[in-house]
């Protein structure tokens, strides 16, 4: 492939690209907080039901 076109292509994903609104940004930090405290509290029952269980560490 060629690099010139290459560069092109990322140019004008580049240029349609925009700054997310306040209200954009803070729907998708909510979203990506509430994904990492599920994983977290995943984490944490896996933990506390290992714990529980005789001979689980």
Known sequence: ??????LSSYVRVLK??????????SQIAKVAGAGIFLVGLL???IFAVMTFIPGGG
């Open 1 to 6: 492939m060629d690099v010139k076109y290459d």
């Open 16 to 25: 349609m690209a925009s700054t997310p609104s306040w209200n954009e940004f």
């Open 43 to 45: 984490g944490f029952v």
